[in-house]
């Protein structure tokens, strides 16, 4: 079976010298924005301008995790129609997304960490979304590779578990999305860099890319980590972000052991099986800002330190492939989505940190509606850039960030 | 990656020692007048610079003090920059 | 066990040593010096395992374990690379991936149905209907996978870490490596050498060709070892892979134990001045028809399996090769007894003459321009069909092992994971390196080098540019070296053949995930058009092998089929840990670290439940009744002691002290007085309370402050990063681990203090809110406070660290007639929450300011030249009525109190609970919660829904704090 198949997003095409949108950045908010566009609102005539190829950036480098237990009443509602919209996507697309919808549980080592669990499960259901606070025996049962022993760093005393949430092959998410926007008319521009955006009279008039001018009305740039630099450098709008850098790693492949996503805070660790086998680990980030995806000798110890503690079989267990990705950090680990509010014409989606990719389903449909309508729609007010202004920080946090000196 | 900071004081050390201090926007500004906006640029707003940018760190494992130095945010490499008074500088906790 | 050579001088077996080991079950023997591997094959088995997808046969291919195929389960652990395990007495091996055995796999068929799994296929099958994604997502989960572990399984061994500073690290102990190290090591400085073999040697190792004069190669690296082990300043770590490389020269790797170790596993972190990286080549994989069949294998697999493990690869044998190492080992397997049908060359032209006449001499058919293009035999080969690189004549020959290699390949990962950079050389066909990290240098093979000495004099240039970089070494050295290694034989022209004239249904480019030549240009036509793209559509390269089997063949073969000049061929990248490396290893002896009071172990004698709080461990309770209602009544109508050393303490001064107090805390700091405790707040520049404590003056210019216990690591941080712009003259000097701190609490408090000290307690003399200090018995100096935090008359003594225990067991002998009891943290939550004192983090979150939690009455608004952190916010912010407030509340209907964490809602949420108790003071529920501003009125009702209520709700009043005592009278009495 060796069929000629067209290229799945497309014949490699010029790029015209006007497009009614432009979006900047190739990676899962962009596809998802102009694949909505092009569904919901009619809109095909579309450049997605990408640097390097599309799901470069965190959309390729992500560990795939899906869940809607966020803390706040602003993010649950977004993340929900986030996490309800993979089986839909999955069928419109017409591709499989892989969705395991597997369950997170989060891991709890303080009476306090139950306290904060408590509001974030109580929420979740006050919204209609399952989960629930179980205590360590039960953890152990879900995953009885749990190490719920007392005699380790963070003893476990519960966990927070999410049944919907799971894992999404985000190679696919990225390829798919692609696809269903290539189909209906959006052109896919890879290897092109945009340079500068034009304004005329206040609001946007053109992009300047390294393939030549483009006159559009509308631009949005959703470049991921790389968002905040090009936002200053095109359009000197500066933006509370820190981007840092956040790493992941896989084990070598196994037979089924993990039929969860576990993570804790704690240990600052996650861990779920791939479809293929692999563990893949990751959380934390390195504390200051660059733009490098390198990793560290001294992250792929802790996570081994970590996981050797509270998922001690693992030990047993090699770690394969480290790699790196952008995590654009909010001071109140929120993103910003924004319009037509700095310069007529001029959208931003950008500050999701490591969140991009759970949210990117629901957050093109959002934006794809804002950009179509020139309405910002309600789920998206709160994500507003002005909330910075008026001292009213998101709270998706409960404790301190600490990666900047603002606290 | 493996940053290295030179810190003043305690000479070139694991970058881990050292806690990030935010990029270089200058002192406090004056109370009087002063604007939300002015306000949350001065608190949080960055520039994000993808090159060489002046930021702050403090040597939480080691001396203790805080001094500026220049580096590429694409390579982690920080740029020597010459300023005879930089010692003094972090000793009198910045710049004096 | 078949007949092992014993008396080549390049052996590593000692074959009078037998080691015993159970395979499938059964006892096998392997000597000394074995591999799992080489015992494995000297016991005839051929098939290690089952490939991932297609479950096709596996055996011996590299040696070095640069594929999954020799993975096996060892002693319970998965994925263990045989080939570069040695053999240990009592071993249990299993085989990984089969259902039955490696010999005869059930799954076998599914290597007849690779035509239904296109590159990519599962993205576009088993979605439709959505119902049938759950079930085939479990088939799928079971048939991925290599290797199994158990949930309950605990790793034997010990583990062990190494941190080590050096001038020189050079990753690779072949002659280059060698070469490199003992050069910077005869200029005086400290080297570090890595190899990841049991010894030194590397290419010269196992070689019986001419080195110079009459010497041969493998006595050339005996020597070199030996100079190297004479050597002072050169620390050899064998048996050592270097698994990551970083910028500024950090290092990292691990270390195999030997017998005599008391380690089995080690993990080293290097942090060096230069680096040279000397790692040498592997072999480039030849892609033909079923070229992965057991009885396939590399140059170096073939020749190391007789020259250092002692055994013949096969009987007869069939070479397609593209390397002269290629016609050298066949030369000397034929002397050692293997019969060699044909010897096909993928060069047209360029081999060594003198290799060339021996062929000859010894009557060994050889084929120039030829190539193996089908290995036959269902599961070991059989025969093979070769046939000229235009596919033109075949024919097809018998045979046992093919021994199949297209050229070396640089392992250049050691370069590239440390952001040096590779560019395609048309010469040699190698990715060579163009730009190399900062200190770092490379030498040997890496450079496309092939002669002996000129491999010796990279090494050497590269040993004295690590030595230049350490300055100790002048420029003129350097460039006498650089001439020498110029005047040498220079890179070797590389084969550049990719796949012999197949179609590539069954050629595979990369063995741990079956991806064969077809799914490549499957994967182009679809629009992956980059190699990293190709990698993550068809997964080639991320399996357990690390790409070291596709990782040069796949970016040639990508530009030969997309006809892309030299130019653009780029590598795939390449990503640590260059070897798979275990969990265990990585953790190394991972040590819990947490802080421990001194009142520690006194706390846990006395049946303290301890708690991880932050950095700290402490006492929570003191009983299992986690209520805690003997501990709280205790306080309210007694006495009880607190250990509250966790507590953040400091001592500020210098003459610009204050000026760094009014700075970081809201309160006027110019009105602290000598003698009285000023409480205050710290507030972030968003105006949010992030911390809380006592100030008291000591002196002129000179002040002490406490702050809460999760914040003491960060305040010198803190005052210093508010003051940086100030030049400010201040010391700061944090006590928190200098001083300990009693809290004696309770009604009777005064009585059990004053039978130990000899000042007058009466609340004349020392009252509420007053601060003195003291020497008990005249040895230990006291700093005492009244303070009401439990809302009962209460003591704070901070006492230094080492006499905390003196005065703990002195007040605690005075509080006997009283039956005095500890009292630990949940109580002291309770307590603090019926006086409506507020724990941050508990009481606020991030975006909680200081008026909202109701301490506006700390700020003072008119020291704006101090520029206070936070002023400004919390102006800018202060008529702001959509805020969340604290407010206190009482349940009603006698309901018990919701749990921490509930929400306070109507039709969206309002608003949640702090903190909230069945107070047993009170007698009744009471509790504290952050509510939106218009819910915050006295009397308003709140609407509280806990997690799992379902339907049911708890209703709450809102209430005047604080509950207890409002007037605050016991607490200064």
């Not at chain 2, 580096?71 to 005879?84: G, Q, S």
Request: glycine share 10%.
């Amino acid at each position: 079976m060796f069929l000629k198949s067209k290229p799945m997003w497309g014949k490699k095409t010029k790029l015209k010298t006007s497009y009614d949108m432009v979006i900047i950045g190739g990676g899962l908010h962009s596809l998802a924005t102009a694949y909505f566009l092009a569904k919901e609102h009619g809109i095909t005539d579309i450049a997605i301008i990408e640097k390097n190829y599309i799901g470069f950036g965190g959309a390729g480098r992500n560990t795939a995790i899906v869940r809607a237990n966020q803390r706040t009443q602003y993010n649950v509602p977004l993340y929900k129609e986030a996490l309800d919209l993979w089986p839909v996507l999955t069928k419109d697309l017409d591709y499989n997304l892989m969705f395991n919808n597997c369950g997170n549980l989060n891991l709890m080592h303080s009476e306090a960490a139950m306290k904060a669990a408590r509001m974030t499960i109580a929420t979740a259901q006050f919204h209609g979304v399952e989960s629930h606070l179980i205590d360590a025996k039960e953890a152990k049962e879900l995953v009885p590779a749990l190490n719920i022993s007392e005699d380790i760093t963070f003893p476990i005393h519960g966990a927070m578990f999410h049944p919907p949430g799971g894992v999404v092959r985000h190679d696919a998410v990225v390829w798919g999305l692609a696809r269903g926007a290539a189909k209906k008319g959006v052109e896919i521009h890879q290897q092109t860099e945009a340079l500068d955006i034009g304004t005329q009279n206040g609001r946007v008039a053109s992009v300047t890319t390294n393939r030549g001018k483009i006159n559009t009305k509308q631009v949005l740039i959703s470049a991921g980590g790389y968002s905040a630099a090009l936002i200053y450098d095109m359009m000197g709008i500066k933006l509370p972000i820190s981007v840092l850098t956040i790493q992941a790693m896989v084990t070598q492949p196994l037979k089924p052991v993990l039929d969860h996503v576990v993570s804790s805070g704690a240990y600052h660790c996650y861990a779920n099986q791939t479809l293929k086998g692999e563990i893949a680990t990751g959380a934390h980030m390195d504390p200051w800002p660059n733009y490098t995806t390198l990793n560290t000798a001294h992250y792929i110890k802790h996570q081994a330190e970590a996981l050797s503690e509270f998922l001690p079989c693992l030990r047993g267990v090699r770690f394969m492939r480290i790699w790196g990705g952008l995590a654009d950090m909010t001071p109140d680990m929120a993103p910003i989505m924004d319009g037509n509010e700095q310069v007529e014409g001029f959208f931003m989606d950008c500050g999701w940190g490591y969140f991009g990719f759970k949210s990117c389903s629901a957050v093109g449909k959002y934006m794809a509606q804002f950009m179509a309508t020139d309405q910002c729609p309600d789920m998206l007010k709160p994500f507003a850039l002005n909330r910075y202004q008026e001292h009213r920080l998101m709270g998706e946090t409960a404790a301190l960030v600490n990666y900047s000196p603002d606290n | 990656m493996a940053l290295t900071i030179t810190c003043p004081i305690c000479g070139k050390r694991n970058g881990y020692e050292f806690k990030f201090g935010g990029e270089e926007k200058g002192p406090r500004p004056d109370e009087k007048d002063l604007t939300p906006e002015a306000w949350c640029e001065y608190v949080h707003m960055n520039k994000c610079v993808a090159g060489v940018q002046e930021e702050w760190w403090f040597h939480k494992d080691g001396c203790g003090s805080w001094f500026k130095i220049h580096r590429d945010t694409t390579t982690n490499l920080e740029k020597e920059v010459k300023d005879e008074n930089r010692v003094q500088k972090a000793k009198s906790g910045g710049q004096k | 066990m078949m007949n092992r050579f014993n008396h080549l001088p390049t052996l590593k077996i000692d074959t009078t040593k037998k080691l015993a080991f159970i395979y499938k079950g059964k006892k096998h023997y392997g000597v000394e010096g074995d591999t799992v591997a080489s015992a494995l094959f000297a016991n005839k088995v051929r098939i290690f395992g089952r490939s991932l997808k297609y479950h096709r046969p596996r055996g011996l291919y590299s040696l070095d374990g640069e594929c999954s195929n020799t993975c096996m389960e060892v002693d319970g652990i998965p994925n263990v690379r045989c080939e570069n395990t040695l053999l240990k007495d009592g071993m249990v091996i299993k085989e990984q991936n089969v259902k039955g055995s490696a010999e005869k796999d059930y799954l076998g068929f599914l290597d007849k149905m690779d035509w239904m799994m296109p590159a990519g296929f599962y993205y576009n099958v088993m979605h439709k209907p959505a119902k049938v994604w759950p079930i085939a997502m479990k088939q799928i989960r079971k048939a991925a996978g290599l290797g199994k572990i158990s949930p309950d399984y605990e790793m034997p061994g010990k583990f062990d870490e190494i941190f080590l500073n050096t001038d020189v690290c050079v990753i690779g102990g072949g002659p280059s490596g060698m070469t490199a190290a003992l050069c910077a090591a005869q200029k005086g400085l400290r080297v570090i050498l890595m190899e990841s073999r049991p010894w030194l040697g590397g290419f010269f190792e196992y070689r019986s060709g001419e080195y110079k004069d009459g010497q041969n190669l493998h006595e050339r690296a005996q020597d070199l070892a030996k100079e190297v082990a004479a050597q002072d300043n050169i620390r050899v770590f064998t048996h050592t892979s270097a698994v990551g490389t970083y910028n500024n020269n950090l290092v990292t790797g691990f270390q195999i134990g030997k017998k005599e170790d008391v380690f089995d596993e080690r993990y080293l972190e290097i942090r060096a001045k230069s680096v040279v990286a000397a790692a040498g080549c592997i072999e480039r994989p030849l892609i033909f028809d079923h070229n992965e069949r057991p009885g396939v294998m590399q140059i170096g697999c073939a020749l190391r399996m007789a020259k250092t493990y002692g055994q013949l690869p096969g009987k007869k044998a069939v070479f397609s090769i593209g390397h002269d190492l290629g016609l050298e080992a066949a030369l000397e397997l034929h002397d050692l007894g293997l019969t060699i049908a044909c010897i096909t060359d993928i060069r047209e032209d360029g081999q060594d003459a003198d290799l060339l006449r021996k062929i000859e001499d010894k009557k060994i058919p050889f084929l120039k321009g030829w190539v193996a293009t089908k290995a036959h035999g269902a599961k070991i080969v059989k025969k093979i069909s070769i046939s000229s690189l235009d596919g033109q004549v075949s024919k097809t020959l018998d045979c046992d092992l093919i021994v199949a290699s297209a050229g070396m390949t640089p392992v250049t990962g050691h370069i590239t994971v440390a952001q040096g950079t590779l560019k395609y050389d048309n010469h040699t066909g190698f990715f060579l390196p163009d730009k190399m990290p900062e200190k770092m240098h490379a030498a040997g093979r890496i450079l496309g080098l092939n002669d002996p000495l000129s491999i010796e004099a990279s090494g050497k240039l590269a040993g004295l540019q690590a030595a230049f970089d350490c300055e100790n070494c002048s420029i003129q050295e350097i460039g006498e070296a650089k001439k020498a290694l110029e005047s040498l034989p220079g890179p070797v022209r590389g084969s550049k053949l990719v796949t012999a004239p197949v179609k590539g249904r069954k050629s595979f480019i990369c063995f741990d995930e079956d991806a064969t030549i077809k799914n490549i240009k499957q994967a182009i036509e679809k629009g992956f058009d980059v190699p990293e793209l190709i990698k993550r559509f068809t997964a080639t390269g991320l399996g357990p092998g690390q790409g070291g089997i596709p990782g040069h063949n796949l970016p040639l073969y990508v530009a030969k089929y997309q006809a892309l000049s030299d130019i653009s061929i780029r590598p795939t990248n390449v990503r640590p840990p260059l070897v798979p490396t275990l969990i265990s290893t990585y953790a190394g002896v991972n040590h819990k670290m947490f802080k421990i009071t001194p009142m520690d172990e006194m706390q846990k004698k006395d049946g303290g439940v301890f708690r991880n709080i932050g950095v700290w461990q402490r006492a929570r309770y003191f009983s299992n009744d986690f209520t805690c209602r003997k501990e709280i009544e205790n306080v309210r109508n007694n006495v009880g002691m607190l250990d509250g050393s966790t507590l953040g303490k400091f001592r500020i001064h210098g003459p610009d002290a204050l000026n760094a107090l009014q700075r970081v805390f809201v309160s006027d700091m110019t009105k602290v007085k000598q003698g009285r405790v000023k409480y205050s707040a710290m507030c972030n520049d968003d105006g949010c309370v992030i911390d809380d404590g006592i100030v008291v003056k000591q002196g002129e210019n000179d002040y002490y402050f406490t702050t809460s216990s999760g914040r003491a690591g960060q305040t010198v941080e803190w005052i210093r990063y508010h003051a940086r712009y100030d030049g400010w003259d201040f010391a700061l000097v944090n006590l928190t681990d200098s001083l300990g701190v009693i809290n004696l609490s309770g009604p009777n408090a005064r009585k059990v203090l004053e039978k130990i000290v000899d000042i007058d307690l009466s609340n004349e003399a020392f009252g509420f809110s007053e601060y003195k200090t003291f020497d008990i018995q005249d040895t230990v100096p006291v700093r005492a406070m009244r303070l009401g935090f439990v809302g009962e008359l209460s003591y704070e003594l901070h006492v230094p660290s080492s006499y905390m225990k003196s005065v703990w067991l002195m007040l605690r002998e005075a509080g006997k007639e009283f039956n005095i009891q500890n009292f630990g943290v949940e109580a002291q939550n309770v307590l603090r929450m019926e006086k409506c004192h507020i724990i941050l983090g508990q009481e606020s979150e991030q975006r909680t300011n200081l008026l909202d939690v109701g301490l506006g009455f700390l700020w003072d608004r008119k020291k704006s030249d101090a520029k206070t952190v936070g002023a400004v916010a919390l102006h800018q912010a202060e008529g702001d009525q959509t805020r969340l407030k604290l407010v206190g509340f009482k349940t009603q209907n006698n309901s018990r109190a919701p749990r921490d964490g509930a929400l306070v809602v109507d039709d969206k949420v309002r608003g949640y609970i702090c903190t909230a108790r069945d107070s047993f003071s009170l007698n009744e529920a009471v509790g504290m919660a952050l509510v939106e501003a218009e819910l915050s009125k006295i009397g308003t009702r709140l609407e509280i829904y806990e997690d799992e209520c379902g339907d049911d709700r708890i209703y709450g009043k809102v209430v005047a704090m604080p509950f207890y005592d409002p007037e605050g009278k016991r607490m200064k009495m």
